[in-house]
């Protein structure tokens, strides 16, 4: 007979840890499928996220500026520092033991709250049957009350570059690269192109990337991405936009692209090339014809406002389900599931979900773009307020950037903030809490915040809005 549970969950990422956590401290039986096998070969949870994403990725971004620290801002402090050099070997390794360590984490949250983890590929058979392959090939059948698909999302690929060995790679292969490639080509100036560029850029690659569209993260503020494009240039990296990559190949151990742009036809020769145009649900093998799951159009599961598939007890979460691509996303959509399982009644505000590129400085933004508030014909009121007035910053000789926030103009509340500059994905959780709780401009400006901080911008921002900014001069003092 098949082995029951009341909440089975099909991929231990950020998404469905949670959500099999949660469910678990809820006092409901949960077990949780996941295949992956880490770099070490060793069963692993956490995911794409804790894995191959956003924990290894930070720690490179966290070394690897520290070494550009080293090389170009020490001096500005008054601190020599000769002969700095990075042991790329010694980074891959470190940020290797901070993955084993937190994925190791995971196993023990599993067990301390009593979470079966069955190792192994599931598909999903009908009648919230649960097909289980495990690595050995042996198969067996688990049946749930609930089931929570939460199989998160794989690289795309693109068939004029395909990938080789560890040449041309997506994120995952240049994440455990051992040395800097003299030349280097990113094709997609995405979230991944920008941060993984940034960090062989600062470790002294020659950094290329080729993106297809001509606008610049178009899901940013426009103004602040126009800004930051500015300083990445200053940076080093070469972007090229309105690049449309049509053809490669290898010989001598050189990667020839070709692509054409406004001007006609090109081609480039790097030493490396990292695809990072994308993601992808991760459906292969998750269900079977027979159990009748219904995947829309670009290959998502359909869900609605609750996670709710078109099966009854069935519901999807995470990178497989419509939204942001992001583990705070999936992790809360884990959490409201789980919750409504129990039968409490909870949401997810999508309104209100942070993002960041952890380049340098950080871009990081919550709520609604200027160009979104003009095409959807609301007023507004903005204020801007550039760090190169913060005294914090100035302190820290890291000036680059500013807090950029959006008021509704009728009732004053808050509908976006976007901010360009050092720790801002640490700063936007002020926004998203504004957000949250409905916050006008004016209670931002009326709050007090600590002297000298970087929060301090927002402050000003705020007080920008209303025409009463105290550290730069205001178009409309009031
Ligand atoms: P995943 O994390 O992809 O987990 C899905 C799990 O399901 C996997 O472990 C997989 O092995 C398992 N699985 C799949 N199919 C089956 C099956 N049939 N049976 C059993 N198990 C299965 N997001 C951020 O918010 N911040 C960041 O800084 C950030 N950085 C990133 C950097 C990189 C390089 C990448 C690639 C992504 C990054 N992301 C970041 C995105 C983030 O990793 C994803 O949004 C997040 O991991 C999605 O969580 P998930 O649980 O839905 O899916
Ligand atoms: P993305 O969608 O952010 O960027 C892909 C870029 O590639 C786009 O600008 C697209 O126009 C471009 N592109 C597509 N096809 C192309 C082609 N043939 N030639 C040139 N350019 C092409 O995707 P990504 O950077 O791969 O990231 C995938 C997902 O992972 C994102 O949705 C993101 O949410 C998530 N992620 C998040 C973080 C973070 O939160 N800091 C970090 C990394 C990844």
Not at 149 to 163: D, H, M, N, W
Not at 292 to 309: F, M, P, S
């Amino acid at each position: 007979m098949a082995e029951q549970f009341d909440v089975l969950v099909v991929g231990g990422g950020p998404a469905g840890y949670v959500a099999a956590i949660r469910s678990a401290q809820l006092g409901m039986k949960t077990a949780c499928v996941e295949k992956w096998i880490n770099k070490q070969g060793d069963p692993a949870l956490g995911g794409t996220c804790l894995n191959v994403g956003c924990i290894p990725s930070k720690a490179l971004l966290e070394s690897s500026q520290l070494f550009a620290d080293a090389n170009h801002s020490f001096e500005g402090h008054g601190i020599k520092v000769d002969g700095v050099s990075a042991d790329i070997p010694r980074m891959i390794a470190c940020k290797d033991d901070i993955v084993q360590n937190l994925t190791g984490g995971i196993a023990h949250l599993f067990k301390a709250n009593g979470i079966s983890w069955i190792q192994g590929t599931a598909s999903l058979l009908a009648d919230k049957q649960m097909q289980v392959e495990a690595a050995d090939g042996s198969q067996s059948t688990v049946f749930a009350e609930h089931i929570i698909l939460a199989t998160g999302s794989k690289s795309i690929e693109i068939g004029a570059v395909p990938l080789f060995e560890d040449i041309v790679v997506d994120s995952s292969g240049a994440l455990d690269w051992e040395s800097a490639p003299e030349k280097l080509c990113v094709i997609g100036a995405g979230v991944i192109g920008l941060e993984l560029g940034s960090v062989w850029s600062r470790l002294g690659s020659e950094v290329v990337v080729l993106e297809a569209q001509d606008a610049f993260l178009p899901m940013v503020d426009q103004q602040v991405a126009k800004a930051s494009q500015r300083i990445f240039n200053k940076q080093g990296l070469d972007i090229r936009l309105g690049a449309r990559v049509t053809a490669s190949s290898i010989s001598g151990g050189k990667v020839r692209i070709e692509y054409t742009d406004k001007n006609g036809e090109q081609t480039l020769t790097v030493d490396r090339v990292i695809v990072a145009v994308g993601r992808r649900p991760n459906i292969d093998q998750l269900t079977l014809p027979e159990a009748g799951l219904l995947i829309d159009e670009r290959g998502l599961v359909h869900v609605n406002g609750a996670c709710e598939t078109n099966l009854p007890g069935v519901y999807a979460i995470g990178d497989l389900v419509r939204g942001p691509m992001l583990a705070h996303k999936g992790s809360e959509e884990g959490v409201a599931v789980a919750e409504r399982i129990s039968g409490a009644h909870c949401h997810v505000n999508y309104d209100a979900i942070p993002s960041v590129v952890y380049t340098h400085p950080e871009i990081s933004w919550v709520g609604k773009t200027e160009e979104q508030l003009k095409e959807e014909g609301t007023g507004y009121r903005s204020g801007v307020f550039p760090f190169s007035a913060s005294g914090r910053a100035r302190a820290m000789q890291d000036t680059d950037g500013m807090v950029k926030l959006l008021a509704d103009a009728q009732t004053d509340e808050l509908l976006g903030m976007h901010i360009l500059g050092p720790h801002s994905s640490e700063l936007i959780g002020h926004g998203v809490m504004a957000l949250e709780f409905q916050g006008t401009s004016e209670d931002i400006a009326r709050t007090v915040f600590a002297h000298p901080t970087l929060a301090e911008a927002i402050h000003e921002a705020a007080l920008g809005a209303h025409g009463r900014a105290l550290h730069i001069p205001n178009k409309r003092a009031r």
